[in-house]
């Protein structure tokens, strides 16, 4: 019972460099979201997906882009990485609009870009 | 515009102690307010919630408090632990998905 997994754990870009982040929920969960964490700013939302077939922007998706591959997957692409865009990423899922639904968050991207 | 604040940025209590942290919002469609623990290196991972219909509800050791009127609500640990330092956020959600306040780092001390 794996929940959210998210891969790599750490990655060092060179500014320019292009790469993609993976996320992969075992909970047969419609939504998923990918935040990204920065000292002293929370968790700010970049893109989500309602639903399979569906993705929105967020808080911040500027430099950004999503695939939902599948119910399961939901990936995110930095085409060209900048240093700002060194941070924490967080994928996360949850079961649309249920009740009493939370979130629940992979153990993260740590990406630092030089 | 930050959605909803949080305070304080960091709190340190001793062992036993009650710390509480505090979140505001403005956006009156928000109708779900969690609160998010977070260990060094781990995700935030979802520790306790409540709807606006309710004033307060405990979990164990966890209770949050909910004011609607004021559009305020509160996490307090009852007789805190040094196993309980961490990361905590609040969060809210409408229609949209959650937004986060910004954390509070807490430390329990021996």
């Known amino acids: 019972n794996a929940g959210v997994t998210q891969t790599p754990k750490f990655q060092v870009l060179k500014t320019g460099q292009s790469m993609t982040l993976q996320c992969a929920q075992d909970m047969n969960h419609n939504s998923m979201y990918w935040y990204r964490q920065d000292p002293g700013m929370g968790l700010r939302l970049i893109y989500y997906s309602a639903s399979e077939g569906t993705t929105d922007k967020g808080e911040v998706p500027n430099g950004y882009n999503v695939s939902r591959l599948n119910k399961r997957e939901f990936s995110l692409r930095l085409e060209s990485a900048a240093p700002s865009q060194t941070s924490v990423y967080f994928c996360?899922?949850?079961?649309?609009?249920?009740?009493?639904?939370?979130?629940?968050f992979g153990s993260g991207t740590r990406l630092t870009v030089v | 515009q930050q959605q909803v604040k949080q305070s304080p940025q960091s709190l340190i209590v001793q062992k036993g102690g009650i710390p509480i942290i505090n979140c505001a919002y403005e956006?009156?469609?928000?109708?779900?307010f969690p609160w998010y623990q977070q260990f060094p290196g781990k995700g935030p991972a979802l520790l306790i919630a409540i709807r606006p219909d309710v004033s307060e509800k405990k979990e164990g050791r966890f209770t949050i408090s909910f004011n609607k009127s004021a559009k305020q609500f509160s996490l307090h640990i009852m007789d805190s632990q040094p196993g309980d330092s961490a990361t905590y956020f609040c969060?809210?959600?409408?229609?949209?998905?959650?937004?986060f306040g910004k954390g509070t780092r807490l430390s329990v001390i021996a």
């Open positions: 956006n009156t469609a928000f109708d779900y």
């Open positions: 969060a809210a959600r409408g229609n949209t998905p959650l937004v």
């Open positions: 996360a899922s949850s079961e649309r609009r249920a009740i009493n639904y939370g979130y629940t």
